[in-house]
């Protein structure tokens, strides 16, 4: 068996007990002073937009990771602290993360901010209201959903037909019950019809927030938002330039288009900023934040949602494509126990040694392996240890990983912090030092939208081929008539499943994915393909995490995690 590990306390345990830096101290590292940020209390700040415009002097590192399953992957943690191991190691390493959203907080996960000795701080504010971005995202998009609304009720100068409304409500909560409704019920509250809401991470307004480039950018992409469209034979799109909202959106939106200074419980720097699922949207944070951190520090780690075939291709396919990086390199997160689920355990039983379940699961990683070469990154596996992994497991994994070609190292971040990442991070330098990567997308844009989305799911699911609904065909008919040709596709999927159904694990063949819906994000730039029965309002477990928290009577925070 592996040693013991040290008797760890719980995740708001560790934060709690950290003592932080004021976050003028930790801009001052960067090279940024007092006047150069904006305070919100001593330990979080906003970041001049300017820096995303400044030239990048540093290397780009992605944190991707296999399949997650309800053993947990640990990709956060190991942003986390591969973050702190470069800064051991004398390097200017800057974090670059997503905010997280109330629904999960609340709903499953109890925090989403790294854990154990790999947090990003202060992790209460952060997984709470933080410096208010996602209600600016809620407000914004309120505010369109008002003026459409008032629209109709003032004479619908625009022709707006009222079933063919495309743009829903929203809220930052997981809440099954606004999957679909009816608003507009009773005299003098404006045209009844049907209506739904998704979760701010699912909103355009995010995406759009996540990618604009600058005040500019973000104006005219919110311009682009399709609501609807006309009534009769043209169904021409109406935007959200048509309602005359950009501008007030824009005012709302002003200041969380600016990136959010934290700290890792080691001190050093980490930009949150925006927070995009990477099953139902691209998974990845601002396009601002990251070029600030490219151009603060020598290395920029940063981290996509779920798997290599959710988060990462999204984040090669869509956001460096739009964003114009350079990824050199990638770190794939394993854990032994969720390679036993993938090779048939329960989740009862992860905790028992068994080679042989692990032995079924190993060609999982190889996938996700040539998930991220295909796009020209050379990929580091990081082997995420958890207290139940005996060295027999670990050396498994570790000569299969070997045999594949590509460096492998263990990962012990979440006891030990920065420590526990520097092997790792080393091997990271090295592949770093080799300078092989040879980034590219995967696809040409000029392709139609069908072709697009076979691309991705036959080289990244590995899928047979795909079908379409009839809804979803004349749904791509029409965005190719209206301007989306030639945008990437951004598939909506579980992320539990190679496949969309999230009961197949491992690597299935043999399949083919069904896309159901497909809508154009014109102010994302890009087309969303929903396949299977993916959803995009969330809904709370029948024991929601938020069941287990409570504020202390001194003012702390019990539960989050």
């Keep these: 068996m592996t040693a013991p590990h040290k008797v760890v306390p719980s995740d708001i345990e560790i934060a709690q007990q950290a003592t932080m830096r004021h976050i003028r101290d930790v801009a001052a590292e960067l090279g940024l002073g007092e006047d150069d940020i904006d305070l919100y209390g001593k330990y979080k700040a906003k970041l001049p ?9 540093g290397r780009l590192v992605l944190v991707t990771a296999i399949n997650p399953t309800p053993a947990g992957e640990g990709k956060s943690t190991v942003s986390v602290g591969l973050s702190q191991a470069f800064r051991r190691l004398g390097h200017n390493a800057v974090l670059c993360m997503r905010e997280p959203s109330l629904g999960p907080v609340f709903g499953v996960k109890g925090g989403a901010a790294g854990g154990g000795y790999s947090q990003v701080l202060p992790m209460d504010d952060i997984n709470l209201h933080f410096t208010g971005d996602f209600h600016a995202i809620a407000s914004a998009h309120a505010l369109l959903s008002a003026m459409l609304d008032n629209q109709f009720y003032h004479g619908n100068a625009l022709g707006l037909n009222p079933k063919a409304v495309t743009w829903p409500r929203t809220i930052d909560m997981n809440d099954r019950a606004l999957r679909s409704a009816i608003i507009g019920v009773g005299a003098g509250n404006g045209t009844m019809r049907e209506e739904r809401w998704v979760i701010i991470p699912a909103s355009e307004i995010m995406a759009i927030l996540a990618l604009a480039s600058s005040r500019e950018d973000l104006e005219r992409r919110l311009g682009e938002i399709v609501v609807g469209t006309t009534g009769g034979k043209d169904k021409a799109p109406v935007r959200a330039r048509d309602l005359k909202a950009t501008g007030a959106m824009s005012l709302l939106l002003k200041d969380a288009l600016r990136p959010n ?72 997160v394993a854990t032994v126990r969720s390679l036993k689920m993938q090779g048939g355990v329960p989740k009862t039983q992860l905790s028992e040694e068994n080679v042989a379940a692990l032995e079924r699961g190993l060609p999982h990683v190889a996938h996700h392996v040539r998930n991220v070469q295909q796009f020209g990154v050379p990929v580091v596996v990081a082997i995420n240890r958890r207290l139940s992994d005996t060295d027999a497991e670990l050396r498994m994994v570790r000569e299969y990983v070997e045999g594949l070609g590509v460096p492998v190292a263990l990962c012990d971040v979440w006891a030990e912090g920065g420590a526990g990442g520097e092997q790792l991070a080393r091997e990271v330098l090295t592949v770093l030092d080799g300078r092989s990567a040879k980034y590219a997308p995967l696809y040409d844009t000029a392709l139609p939208i069908r072709d697009k989305v076979r691309t991705v799911a036959q080289k990244v699911y590995g899928a047979d081929g795909v079908d379409f609904s009839p809804a979803a065909d004349k749904a791509i008919d029409w965005l190719e008539a209206n301007g989306m040709a030639n945008t990437p596709v951004c598939m909506a999927k579980t992320q539990y499943s190679l496949t969309d159904d999230p009961t197949k694990l491992n690597v299935p063949t043999g399949f083919r994915i069904t896309v159901n819906e497909v809508y154009g994000s014109a102010g994302a730039g890009f087309v969303v393909a929903k396949c299977g029965d993916i959803m995009t309002m969330p809904g709370l477990a029948k024991v929601p995490a938020a069941e287990g928290m409570r504020l202390r009577p001194d003012g702390t925070i019990e539960g989050l995690s």
């Design 49 to 57: 937009l300017e820096l995303a415009s400044q030239p990048a002097k």
């Design 261 to 332: 200074l934290v700290q890792t419980l080691e001190g050093g720097p980490a930009i949150l900023h925006c927070g995009p699922f990477g099953n139902i949207a691209h998974g990845c944070n601002s396009l601002v934040a990251t070029r600030a951190g490219l151009a603060l520090g020598d290395i920029v780690v940063t981290e996509a949602g779920f798997g290599s075939d959710l988060g990462a291709e999204k984040f090669f396919d869509i956001k460096c494509r739009f964003g114009g990086l350079n990824p050199e390199a990638a770190v794939l």
